[in-house]
């Protein structure tokens, strides 16, 4: 089983230039992310998800703070294949087939495909799509595509998992299935997971705790912990104790009622 590396945010800022001044996208970010954790992270459009996770990957860099995995700089942890990255778009090249896609990070690192073929097989395997090794993308649904770029996210085996919206593009029902998907995965996986979404149940539902932010610039408002057993059933969704986190989480979303 891979270990999860810690994800540590202190005190980070960040400002654009925009139209030659500078405006401040996130500021004053206090957040650790312990060895194996899911932290789901929930805010406003334009609070500045986005760009924690760009700082994450070490494709940005921060004006004030700094970020760590493992105690190293990000873009350190992500040449060294210790990242792994899925987003809303699941941007797989589409003339290479779901083996090829799934094998891409390796070809980036530089890395031996062959020393990684059971590998692959057995990620392809975990996201349900044996039958489709050989598929190319315009052959696979919405869904379909979503887990190639899951599978892909872990060919590394990344020690963090950083996760943008990956399920924002799919219907309630797909996206109740890959929730279970990325619940499964992850318990078997224990990267530590931070992911983004707009969903306040699928936040609930998937992770240890969910951080809330608010905007302009962003910063963290509060965090809300889900002390609730894994593996979570999908009934769980239709429970007491699941709408009371979730109207928790809504309530410090949208403020103090007028
Ligand atoms: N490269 C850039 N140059 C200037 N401004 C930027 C740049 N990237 C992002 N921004 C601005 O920074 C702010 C935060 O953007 P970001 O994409 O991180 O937000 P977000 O919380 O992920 O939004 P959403 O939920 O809509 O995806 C926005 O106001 C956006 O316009």
Not at 62 to 69: K, L, R, Y
Not at 150 to 158: D, F
Not at 222 to 230: F, Q, Y
């Amino acid at each position: 089983m891979v270990t999860g590396d810690a994800l540590e945010f202190r005190e980070v800022g960040k400002s654009y230039a925009v139209r030659g001044a500078a405006l401040p996208v996130i500021d004053g970010i206090d957040l650790a992310c312990p060895p194996g954790s899911f932290t789901a992270l929930i805010g406003p459009s334009g609070c500045g998800k986005s760009t924690l996770l760009r700082i994450a990957m070490g494709l940005e860099p921060v004006d004030a703070g700094a970020v760590t995995i493992g105690g190293q700089r990000p873009d350190i942890a992500r040449k060294a294949g210790r990242i792994g990255v899925a987003f809303q778009d699941a941007a797989l090249l589409p003339w290479r087939n779901v083996t090829e896609n799934v094998a891409l990070p390796l070809d980036v690192l530089g890395r031996s495909k062959r020393r990684a073929a059971a590998e692959i097989q057995h990620l392809i395997a975990l996201v349900g799509l044996e039958k489709f090794r050989s598929a190319v993308p315009a052959e696979l649904s919405g869904g379909m595509r979503q887990r190639v770029a899951i599978a892909r996210s872990l060919v590394t085996s990344p020690t963090v998992l950083l996760m943008d919206e990956p399920f924002g593009a799919l219907d309630l029902i797909l996206r109740r299935q890959m929730n279970l998907e990325l619940q499964r995965i992850w318990l078997e996986r224990r990267a530590t997971t931070l992911l983004v979404t707009h969903g306040i149940d699928e936040a609930v539902f998937l992770a240890d705790r969910v951080v809330v932010m608010g905007g302009r610039p962003g910063r963290i408002v509060g965090t809300i912990d889900v002390p609730l057993e894994r593996p979570r059933p999908t009934e769980l969704f239709r429970t007491a104790a699941f709408h009371r986190l979730t109207d928790e989480v809504e309530a410090m979303l949208t403020g103090p009622a007028p």
